[in-house]
Every structure is written in structure tokens, then in C-alpha cells.
């Protein structure tokens, strides 16, 4: 018969568990996967994650996180806080019970923090291009799916104040009742002070106190049946006596009466909305279902990102690639990336070398990264890092010896690769740790050898790790077998940690154990009994090792020239273009500025040629040939500014620092007592004199006491004079800026209401929230604002009275009163 299985099933069925995901740690990752998801629906599928065998599937989720990843790096997390676990709420509301006030502001704490996520999607579409469609189509199509309810956002958030406080504004009648009660309770007090009044000297303590509902007044228990009343209890010490007098009993059973009907009120309204609640069930499911979603993507890229990791290529066909790939569990400080590569050109690689050199990590972090590319995370490895997607991944790793079983070290080993041999399916990654000891080395080596040969024919890529020469030579000799060792520093006595591949390993023990003050005549005796042959290998393993040592030492401090030459070969071409880019912009300002000063002398010229024809019919011969002199003067002091470069040329202009022989109103003079460039204001007065304005001020000199400014002088009273125009006019267009305040004004007073609800929020999202409603208020020039903030633990109350308390625009506030909202709620009054 055929089996019909649904899509979750068959995924399910291609997922990878069992003792391979804890051998290789992958528990531990998925652990703190899971500890950055933000709702408990989020947390429950980073718990399930588990590596998966569907290629599609792997593709599209690395696709998700990576969208994740450039959406937190652009525009931080998704504000998934609010999201609450509604499912038994909504399963208690479907089967006719009835939400609590609590359960009622979850509902709308949920609703809220659905339309914050598309608001943050909106915002993040108009940051800029590109488009965040563009970028990111799957997080984009799960935050467009969301649904919200504002209609019953907004009820509920009016009608709920706490976890046990309904308001006023929930329903007329409940206002009414409310009211009416309040009222009754005052007259109640006022026939209470009478009879506290009356009989002062039979009460313990003049006051009004509540018992069991019901207001009393403290007597003396000396004066039992003094006072026309119901006893309603007794202090501890029988001194006192709680009675209610008879004259409020009827009053006291109005207020009872009004307290069942209130309740009986309350409870219809909690009916009602949960009634309400349950016609948006499938809307409330089809967003737990989303946000869950949402949760479990970013937190793997909140992973992903705090791990500086890349999303690695997939491929089919066996290929691991894996550039700077770095063990995830190792401190950042501390870890050492590696390069390994298998499954393109041979499908089994043999890690050989010294113990504790990190053969055992590397074949780790080449595991462990396969797993999490498979699960949809991102892996802490370079770019350009490509991975295959496995049928199955097995390993045998670690000692795993047990007295209880009678399992030695050997049979422990041997029991993993007969379970590894018997679950191969389809192209599978084997991952074998110190493959073959345990046991006699030659016949340890010879099972070995067998062992990869089967691996190997039934289409595996196999890594392992060995000491064993055999092995070593097998690989040589083996086409589609590598190669590999782990680097060790033979003078410091520590691993550099870092993969080798194409070179097998040495075990360096000889070497170790004399630098560690083993006796000579010890070693020389170990190394006669080894025959010629294996001391030669051993000693061209290590003479390899030393040459390759130097020639990567020999690269690296070439390609660190080659980067420090083509870094001062960029500096210098840069230096270069910018001196002639700085070259150019020289000569033209020069030449502009020879064509605007002969422009400004053709004007000046022009204009008092104008004027001495104009005047020349008045003038006398003599002063018609002295004006013409100053021109002709004028006109060569031109010329030779323009044809001289240096400052030195500019000042010796003719007319420069000569004494005045005429004053002509408008004209700039130079004061030498003063040492200051002004304007004359008027012409020569009779008395001789004639009046110079220097800045903000005037003052009359003689005509002797004048000379002509220089250019240099002239110049600089030109700039002063233009610095000042230019403040002036900075000072009104910043005046003018008020039309753009009332502007602000008047779009804070249409849109600001003078109530803030912040129940649901977390305390930082409640202050960036406050303060921004607090200017708004003072925009609009709101007077008094009711901020709703609920009991709860009291954290949201104390946040917003410590903002209050410390804001200078604030009056005064206080809690609300009863009908108000009491403790839930504060009032604040603005200056």
C-alpha cells in the first residue's frame, strides 16, 4: 500500500537526529540559538531546528537569514516583544469562558506589536534604495501577511486599565453605577462624621473604616450598646469594637447592591469582548503562526550576526569548502581559522600530526559547520565558503569506553563504525577520530585502510584522523585520497592550529620528548630500534615541514610588501592629482579675479568720465585737467595690479598712502591716528572738517588728517563691511523661521491627545514613547494628560514618575482617583 505523507511529515523525515548532532556539539548552538528568540512560540521552533537533508528547503532558509542578517544590520530587530502567547487563551475563549482583564490587555499587547512590525517594515522601506522589497522578499511577505484589529485595540485599550481594573469608559451603565455608588458613599460619610461628632468620646479613633464591605466606625468596647448599630467584628486586643450604626444600614445595602451589579457589568463587558476576540480567531492564529516564523529566522540572524558569520553555497555533489572557517565554540579571542577542503578532486582527506595540534577541532569544526549549513544558520566562516548538503552525516568521535558494557577503547570505536557502516544512505559525510587505534598498529592501520576503502565505494566523503604511517602512504600512493596535517611549532612546543592540506604530518616525538629533557641515550636507543627506512621518512616529513614553514613565511612577508607598495603607490598618484587638481583651481581663480578687478575699474572709469562730462561745463580748465590727472592715475594703478602676482607689487600702487586732496562724499579714506578704513559721509565742511563712519562709528576729522587706503586696506574694509551685511541677513532669515514653529504648533495640536496608554510596553520602549508624547504635549499646548500605565509590579509606574519628576515643563502629577483609573493611572498638569 502506498503511504501518503503530508509536507511537515516528509520534511520531518529528512531532518538528521540522533547521537551525531550531540557528538559534534550541535546542541549547544542550537541552544543559543534559541536564547535569542523573543516570543515563546519563537523559542519552540529554535528548539526543534535540527539539519535537514531537502536542498530546496536548506536553500530557502538560508535565504530567510540572510535577509535577516542585512535587515538587523540596517535597521536592528523586528519588535517582536509584544507578540504573547495567546494559543490557551484563545482555545479557553473558543470554548465559552471568559478572558480576564489580564488576558484581554495580552490580546491587545498583541495586536499592538503586529501593527508595530508593519510599521517597522514601512519605515524601512522609505530608508532608501534599494527598496527593502527588493532585498528582502521573504521577511517582506511574511510582515505583509500580518493582520490587525484597531477597533478592538482601541476599545480594549480604553475599557482595560490593569490586570483587575476595568474604567469607566467600558460602558455607560458601568459609569452610572459607579457614580451612583460614589455618591451614596459620600452621604454615607457625612452621616458617619455626625455621629463621630456626637459621640467622640465612645470612639477609640474618630474615623471611618470598612468592614467586610461595609463602612463602620471604631467604639470602645466600655460602650457596647451605646451607639444603635450592627457589630461587625472586633480588634485582636477586644478593646474595640466595629459598628455599623443604624442609620446607614440601608445605605450600606444600596452599595452592596450596586457592587454585585457592577461586577455583573464588568463580567458582560468581559464577555463581550470576548466574543470579539474569538470572531478574530483565525486572524490571531494566521499571526501567531506568522511571528513564530519571523522570531525563528531572525534569531538564527541575530546568531549569524553576532558570530560575524557568512551564509555559506550549497551544492550536491559532495564539495566542502570551507575558507577561514572557525570553531563556533571557541572564544573569538582565542580560535584559529582553518581552510578545508574535500570532495572536489579526491573524497577522502587523512589529517595526520602531533597530539593536541587540533586534528580532533578541525575534523570538528568541518562537522559541526555542515550541520548548522543544513539547519539554515549561518556559518562563522569567510565568503566564498561553499558546502554540500549530505543524505546523512555520521561520526565517531571521542573515547567512548564503558566497564559497564565491557567496552574497551577499541570495541567502542569499532561498535560506531559498524552502526556508521550499516546507516549509510545516499552520499554521506563520515567524520572518523583516531580511526583504527586501540589495537595492534599494523593490524589497527590494515582495518583502517579496509574500512575507508568501504566508505569510499559506497560514494561517502570520508575526514579522519590518524597517527599511523600506513596511512600516511596509502594517501600518497591513493588517487582520491589527501593529505592533510596540523601545523606544530617544534621550538615553542605548541600548535599553531592550523590545517595543512598536501602535506601528511609528523608526530614529532622524538623532538618533543628531548625538547622536554628526555635523556639523549634514551632517544638514541629508541631511534636504533626503528629500522633506516622509517627514520628516513620521518626525518623528510620534518625537512618538508621546516621548508614549507619558510616558504609560507616568505610568501606572507611578500604579499604584506606587495599591499604596504600598492598602498604608497596609491597614496603618491592621489598626492599627485590632488596638486594638480589644486594647481589648476589656482590659475583659474587668479584669472578670475584679474577679470573681475579690470571689469570693476572699466566701471569705476566709466562712471566718472560720465560725471566730469556731465560737470565740465561748470568746471574751470584747471580742475577739468586735475580730475582727468586722478583718472589717468587711476586707470595706471589698474593696470598695474593686474600685471603684478605678488603682494609685495599690489602695494606699491601709485595713490597708495598719499595725503587727500579732494574729500568726495561715498569715498573710502584711510585714518592713520585711528588706524581704521571708513566711508566719508558728506563732503568738506567749511570749518575744514568732514565726517568718516569706521564700523558702528563716526567720527569728524580734518582733511589733513586723511590719506588714501591702500588695496590692502581697501580690501579689508570691503570684507568686514560684507561680513557684517551677511550677519545681518542671517539674523532675518532665522526670524523668518518662526512660521515653520507654528507650523509644528499647529500640527502637534491636531494630532496630540491628552491621553498616553503604555501598558504592554517594556520600560525602555515606555520612556522613548513618554518623552516624545511629553513634547508634543507642550507643542499643543495640552494643560493636563492622563498617561495610563497600569499596576502590574509597579516598573512602568515608577519609570514614568521618575521622567516627571525630573522634566522642568511639568507642573505637577499625581494618581488618578477612584473612577479614574486609581494607581493605574497618572495625571499630569503642564506649566
Same mark, same amino acid.
Given at each position: 500500500?502506498?503511504?501518503?505523507?503530508?509536507?511537515?511529515?516528509?520534511?520531518?523525515?529528512?531532518?538528521?537526529?540522533?547521537?551525531? #548532532?550531540?557528538?559534534?556539539? =550541535?546542541?549547544? !548552538?542550537?541552544?543559543? /540559538?534559541?536564547?535569542?528568540?523573543?516570543?515563546?512560540?519563537?523559542?519552540?521552533?529554535?528548539?526543534?531546528?535540527?539539519?535537514?537533508?531537502?536542498?530546496?528547503?536548506?536553500?530557502?532558509?538560508?535565504?530567510?537569514?540572510? @535577509?535577516?542578517?542585512?535587515?538587523?544590520?540596517?535597521?536592528?530587530?523586528?519588535?517582536?516583544?509584544?507578540?504573547?502567547?495567546?494559543?490557551?487563551?484563545?482555545?479557553?475563549?473558543?470554548?465559552?469562558?471568559?478572558?480576564?482583564?489580564? @488576558?484581554?490587555?495580552?490580546?491587545?499587547?498583541?495586536?499592538?506589536?503586529?501593527?508595530?512590525?508593519?510599521?517597522?517594515?514601512?519605515? $524601512?522601506?522609505?530608508?532608501?534604495?534599494?527598496?527593502?522589497?527588493?532585498?528582502?522578499?521573504?521577511?517582506?511577505?511574511?510582515?505583509?501577511?500580518?493582520?490587525?484589529?484597531?477597533?478592538?485595540?482601541?476599545?480594549?485599550?480604553?475599557? *482595560?486599565?490593569? @490586570?483587575?481594573?476595568?474604567?469607566?469608559?467600558?460602558?455607560?451603565?458601568?459609569? +452610572? !453605577?459607579?457614580?451612583?455608588?460614589?455618591?451614596?458613599?459620600?452621604?454615607?460619610?457625612?452621616?458617619?462624621?455626625?455621629?463621630?461628632?456626637?459621640?467622640?468620646?465612645? #470612639?477609640?479613633?474618630? !474615623?471611618?473604616?470598612?468592614?467586610?464591605?461595609?463602612?463602620?466606625?471604631?467604639?470602645?468596647?466600655?460602650?457596647?450598646?451605646?451607639?444603635?448599630?450592627?457589630?461587625?467584628?472586633?480588634?485582636?486586643?477586644?478593646?474595640?469594637? =466595629?459598628?455599623?450604626?443604624?442609620?446607614?444600614?440601608?445605605?450600606?445595602?444600596?452599595?452592596?447592591?450596586?457592587?454585585?451589579?457592577?461586577?455583573?457589568? *464588568?463580567?458582560?463587558?468581559?464577555?463581550?469582548?470576548?466574543?470579539?476576540?474569538?470572531?478574530?480567531?483565525?486572524?490571531?492564529?494566521?499571526? !501567531?503562526?506568522?511571528?513564530?516564523?519571523?522570531?525563528?529566522?531572525?534569531?538564527?540572524?541575530?546568531?549569524?550576526?553576532?558570530?560575524?558569520?557568512?551564509?555559506?553555497?550549497?551544492?550536491?555533489?559532495?564539495?566542502?569548502?570551507?575558507?577561514?572557517?572557525?570553531?563556533?565554540?571557541?572564544?573569538?579571542?582565542?580560535?584559529?581559522?582553518?581552510?578545508?577542503?574535500?570532495?572536489?578532486?579526491?573524497? $577522502?582527506?587523512?589529517?595526520?600530526?602531533?597530539?593536541?595540534?587540533?586534528?580532533? /577541532?578541525?575534523?570538528?569544526?568541518?562537522?559541526?559547520?555542515?550541520?548548522?549549513?543544513?539547519?539554515?544558520?549561518?556559518?562563522?566562516?569567510?565568503?566564498?565558503?561553499?558546502?554540500?548538503? =549530505?543524505?546523512? &552525516?555520521?561520526?565517531?568521535?571521542?573515547?567512548?569506553?564503558?566497564?559497564?558494557?565491557?567496552?574497551?577503547?577499541?570495541?567502542?570505536?569499532?561498535?560506531?563504525?559498524?552502526?556508521?557502516?550499516?546507516?549509510?544512505?545516499?552520499?554521506?559525510?563520515?567524520?572518523?577520530?583516531?580511526?583504527?587505534? %586501540?589495537?595492534?598498529?599494523?593490524?589497527g592501520a590494515a582495518l583502517a585502510i579496509s574500512i575507508i576503502e568501504e566508505l569510499r565505494r559506497k560514494n561517502c566523503v570520508v575526514m579522519s584522523t590518524t597517527h599511523y604511517r600506513e596511512l600516511k602512504g596509502y594517501a600518497e600512493t591513493t588517487e582520491g585520497v589527501m593529505n592533510a596535517s596540523c601545523e606544530f611549532d617544534t621550538e615553542t612546543l605548541a600548535p599553531t592550529y592550523k590545517l595543512i592540506t598536501g602535506r601528511p604530518g609528523s608526530s614529532n616525538a622524538f623532538v618533543i620528548s628531548r625538547k622536554l629533557g628526555l635523556a639523549k641515550h634514551i632517544l638514541d636507543n629508541a631511534k636504533a630500534r626503528m629500522t633506516t627506512d622509517e627514520l628516513h621518512y620521518e626525518e623528510l616529513l620534518a625537512k618538508a615541514e621546516e621548508e614549507s614553514k619558510r616558504a609560507q613565511s616568505l610568501a606572507e612577508e611578500n604579499d604584506r610588501l606587495n599591499i604596504e607598495l600598492k598602498a604608497e603607490k596609491q597614496r603618491l598618484e592621489e598626492e599627485n592629482a590632488k596638486l594638480k587638481q589644486s594647481k589648476t583651481k589656482i590659475l583659474n581663480e587668479l584669472r578670475s579675479e584679474q577679470k573681475r578687478l579690470l571689469k570693476e575699474k572699466e566701471q569705476e572709469i566709466s562712471e566718472e568720465l560720465r560725471e566730469l562730462r556731465r560737470r565740465s561745463r561748470d568746471m574751470e580748465k584747471a580742475e577739468r585737467e586735475k580730475e #582727468?590727472?586722478?583718472?589717468?592715475?587711476?586707470?595706471?594703478?589698474?593696470?598695474?595690479?593686474?600685471?603684478?602676482?605678488?603682494?609685495?607689487?599690489?602695494?606699491?600702487?601709485?595713490?597708495?598712502?598719499?595725503?587727500?586732496?579732494?574729500?568726495?562724499?561715498?569715498?573710502?579714506?584711510?585714518?592713520?591716528?585711528?588706524?581704521?578704513?571708513?566711508?566719508?559721509?558728506?563732503?568738506?565742511?567749511?570749518?575744514?572738517? &568732514?565726517?568718516?563712519?569706521?564700523?558702528?562709528?563716526?567720527?569728524?576729522?580734518?582733511?589733513?588728517?586723511?590719506?588714501?587706503?591702500?588695496?590692502?586696506?581697501?580690501?579689508?574694509?570691503?570684507?568686514?563691511?560684507?561680513?557684517?551685511?551677511?550677519?545681518?541677513?542671517?539674523?532675518?532669515?532665522?526670524?523668518?523661521?518662526? %512660521?515653520?514653529?507654528?507650523?509644528?504648533?499647529?500640527?502637534?495640536?491636531?494630532?496630540?491627545?491628552?491621553?498616553?496608554?503604555?501598558?504592554?510596553?517594556?520600560? $525602555?520602549?515606555?520612556?522613548?514613547?513618554?518623552?516624545?508624547?511629553?513634547?508634543?504635549?507642550?507643542?499643543?499646548?495640552?494643560?493636563?494628560?492622563?498617561?495610563?500605565?497600569?499596576?502590574?509590579?509597579?516598573?512602568?509606574?515608577?519609570?514614568?514618575?521618575?521622567?516627571? *519628576?525630573?522634566?522642568?515643563?511639568?507642573? +505637577?502629577?499625581?494618581?488618578?482617583?477612584?473612577?479614574?483609573?486609581? $494607581?493605574?493611572?497618572?495625571?499630569?498638569? =503642564?506649566?
Amino acid at each position: 500500500m502506498y503511504e501518503f505523507l503530508s509536507f511537515e511529515e516528509s520534511l520531518e523525515r529528512k531532518k538528521i537526529r540522533g547521537r551525531v #548532532l550531540k557528538t559534534l556539539e =550541535f546542541n549547544k !548552538i542550537r541552544d543559543s /540559538v534559541t536564547a535569542k528568540a523573543r516570543t515563546s512560540y519563537g523559542r519552540e521552533l529554535c528548539e526543534d531546528m535540527a539539519p535537514c537533508c531537502d536542498l530546496d528547503y536548506v536553500s530557502k532558509e538560508l535565504s530567510c537569514v540572510k @535577509q535577516a542578517m542585512d535587515h538587523i544590520m540596517r535597521f536592528g530587530m523586528l519588535p517582536l516583544g509584544g507578540m504573547r502567547d495567546l494559543r490557551q487563551s484563545l482555545v479557553y475563549a473558543k470554548a465559552d469562558g471568559t478572558l480576564t482583564c489580564g @488576558q484581554l490587555l495580552e490580546v491587545a499587547s498583541f495586536l499592538r506589536a503586529s501593527d508595530e512590525i508593519r510599521r517597522s517594515l514601512t519605515k $524601512a522601506r522609505s530608508a532608501g534604495s534599494p527598496m527593502v522589497d527588493e532585498t528582502e522578499p521573504d521577511i517582506c511577505s511574511y510582515i505583509d501577511e500580518l493582520q490587525t484589529c484597531d477597533s478592538l485595540l482601541e476599545k480594549i485599550e480604553t475599557s *482595560i486599565l490593569g @490586570q483587575d481594573e476595568v474604567s469607566d469608559k467600558a460602558s455607560k451603565e458601568l459609569s +452610572s !453605577i459607579r457614580r451612583e455608588r460614589k455618591n451614596i458613599a459620600g452621604g454615607i460619610r457625612s452621616l458617619l462624621d455626625r455621629v463621630i461628632s456626637s459621640h467622640a468620646d465612645m #470612639l477609640q479613633e474618630s !474615623i471611618v473604616t470598612l468592614r467586610e464591605g461595609r463602612y463602620c466606625i471604631p467604639v470602645k468596647s466600655d460602650f457596647n450598646g451605646r451607639i444603635d448599630g450592627i457589630v461587625h467584628g472586633a480588634s485582636s486586643s477586644g478593646q474595640t469594637l =466595629f459598628i455599623e450604626p443604624m442609620s446607614v444600614v440601608e445605605a450600606n445595602n444600596k452599595i452592596a447592591e450596586l457592587n454585585f451589579a457592577e461586577q455583573a457589568e *464588568i463580567q458582560r463587558i468581559l464577555k463581550n469582548f470576548t466574543k470579539e476576540v474569538v470572531a478574530i480567531g483565525n486572524l490571531i492564529e494566521n499571526n !501567531i503562526s506568522l511571528a513564530s516564523r519571523l522570531d525563528y529566522v531572525f534569531a538564527k540572524g541575530k546568531y549569524g550576526v553576532e558570530n560575524h558569520s557568512f551564509c555559506a553555497g550549497l551544492n550536491t555533489e559532495g564539495r566542502i569548502d570551507l575558507k577561514g572557517a572557525r570553531h563556533p565554540l571557541i572564544p573569538k579571542d582565542s580560535v584559529v581559522p582553518v581552510d578545508i577542503s574535500v570532495g572536489d578532486g579526491y573524497d $577522502a582527506l587523512i589529517v595526520t600530526g602531533p597530539n593536541t595540534g587540533g586534528k580532533t /577541532v578541525s575534523l570538528k569544526t568541518c562537522g559541526l559547520l555542515v550541520l548548522m549549513t543544513m539547519s539554515g544558520l549561518a556559518i562563522p566562516a569567510d565568503s566564498g565558503s561553499e558546502v554540500c548538503v =549530505f543524505d546523512r &552525516v555520521l561520526a565517531d568521535i571521542g573515547d567512548e569506553q564503558s566497564i559497564e558494557e565491557s567496552l574497551s577503547t577499541f570495541s567502542s570505536h569499532m561498535s560506531n563504525i559498524v552502526f556508521i557502516l550499516k546507516n549509510i544512505r545516499g552520499r554521506s559525510l563520515v567524520l572518523l577520530d583516531e580511526l583504527g587505534s %586501540g589495537t595492534d598498529p599494523a593490524e589497527g592501520a590494515a582495518l583502517a585502510i579496509s574500512i575507508i576503502e568501504e566508505l569510499r565505494r559506497k560514494n561517502c566523503v570520508v575526514m579522519s584522523t590518524t597517527h599511523y604511517r600506513e596511512l600516511k602512504g596509502y594517501a600518497e600512493t591513493t588517487e582520491g585520497v589527501m593529505n592533510a596535517s596540523c601545523e606544530f611549532d617544534t621550538e615553542t612546543l605548541a600548535p599553531t592550529y592550523k590545517l595543512i592540506t598536501g602535506r601528511p604530518g609528523s608526530s614529532n616525538a622524538f623532538v618533543i620528548s628531548r625538547k622536554l629533557g628526555l635523556a639523549k641515550h634514551i632517544l638514541d636507543n629508541a631511534k636504533a630500534r626503528m629500522t633506516t627506512d622509517e627514520l628516513h621518512y620521518e626525518e623528510l616529513l620534518a625537512k618538508a615541514e621546516e621548508e614549507s614553514k619558510r616558504a609560507q613565511s616568505l610568501a606572507e612577508e611578500n604579499d604584506r610588501l606587495n599591499i604596504e607598495l600598492k598602498a604608497e603607490k596609491q597614496r603618491l598618484e592621489e598626492e599627485n592629482a590632488k596638486l594638480k587638481q589644486s594647481k589648476t583651481k589656482i590659475l583659474n581663480e587668479l584669472r578670475s579675479e584679474q577679470k573681475r578687478l579690470l571689469k570693476e575699474k572699466e566701471q569705476e572709469i566709466s562712471e566718472e568720465l560720465r560725471e566730469l562730462r556731465r560737470r565740465s561745463r561748470d568746471m574751470e580748465k584747471a580742475e577739468r585737467e586735475k580730475e #582727468l590727472d586722478k583718472i589717468r592715475r587711476k586707470l595706471r594703478a589698474g593696470v598695474e595690479d593686474l600685471g603684478e602676482d605678488d603682494d609685495e607689487a599690489v602695494e606699491s600702487v601709485a595713490l597708495s598712502g598719499e595725503p587727500v586732496k579732494e574729500v568726495i562724499k561715498g569715498e573710502c579714506y584711510y585714518v592713520p591716528s585711528l588706524g581704521q578704513t571708513g566711508i566719508a559721509e558728506s563732503d568738506l565742511s567749511k570749518s575744514g572738517s &568732514v565726517n568718516i563712519v569706521c564700523g558702528s562709528m563716526k567720527i569728524a576729522v580734518k582733511k589733513n588728517q586723511l590719506m588714501m587706503p591702500t588695496k590692502a586696506q581697501r580690501d579689508e574694509f570691503m570684507r568686514t563691511r560684507n561680513g557684517k551685511l551677511a550677519s545681518k541677513a542671517k539674523t532675518v532669515s532665522v526670524k523668518d523661521n518662526t %512660521g515653520d514653529i507654528s507650523k509644528a504648533r499647529f500640527n502637534a495640536a491636531s494630532s496630540t491627545k491628552a491621553e498616553l496608554m503604555l501598558i504592554g510596553l517594556t520600560t $525602555a520602549e515606555a520612556e522613548s514613547k513618554l518623552y516624545r508624547y511629553l513634547e508634543d504635549c507642550v507643542l499643543a499646548g495640552i494643560k493636563e494628560a492622563r498617561i495610563v500605565h497600569g499596576k502590574g509590579t509597579g516598573a512602568l509606574r515608577s519609570c514614568v514618575q521618575d521622567i516627571l *519628576i525630573k522634566d522642568d515643563r511639568v507642573e +505637577s502629577y499625581r494618581a488618578g482617583a477612584q473612577g479614574e483609573g486609581d $494607581a493605574g493611572v497618572t495625571i499630569v498638569k =503642564f506649566r
